[in-house]
Nanobody, 124 residues
Framework: QVQLVESGGGLVQAGGSLRLSCAAS????????MGWLRQAPGKEREFVAG????????VYADSVKGRFTISRDNAKNTVYLQMNSLKYEDTALYYC?????????????????GGQGTQVTVSS
């Protein structure tokens, strides 16, 4: 099982940028698609971005398309989420997760979660 440690969150003004990192342990990382998901207070967890095992395919929620970029470095067992032009509504606890072989990238239940998340707070 892959264990995940997210980092890079913080407090930023609207319009600013942050880069999240997710370090994975385990020898199956490079064979698994990965995703970033988020959960705002009082809301359900939602899909943000996904990347295939090789990194050749990326998908995004409409709400972040054009502003966020997901990438991975399999040599470092790390997934990244570059977040630009941040908005107040991006405030949430961000999780990275491994994608199961079943279900769509866009479905929150299609992921196995292994980390505690990293908090992103955007001030307006």
């Amino acid at each position: 099982q892959v264990q995940l440690v997210e980092s890079g969150g913080g407090l930023v003004q609207a319009g600013g940028s942050l880069r999240l990192s997710c370090a994975a342990s385990g020898d199956t990382f490079s064979s698994r698609a990965m995703g970033w998901l988020r959960q705002a207070p009082g809301k359900e967890r939602e899909f943000v971005a996904g990347v295939s095992s090789s990194g050749s395919r990326t998908v995004y929620a409409d709400s972040v398309k054009g502003r966020f970029t997901i990438s991975r470095d399999n040599a470092k067992n790390t997934v990244y989420l570059q977040m630009n032009s941040l908005k107040y509504e991006d405030t949430a606890l961000y999780y990275c997760a491994t994608k199961t072989p079943w279900g769509s990238y866009y479905t929150e239940t299609a992921y196995d979660y292994g980390g505690q998340g990293t908090q992103v707070t955007v001030s307006s």
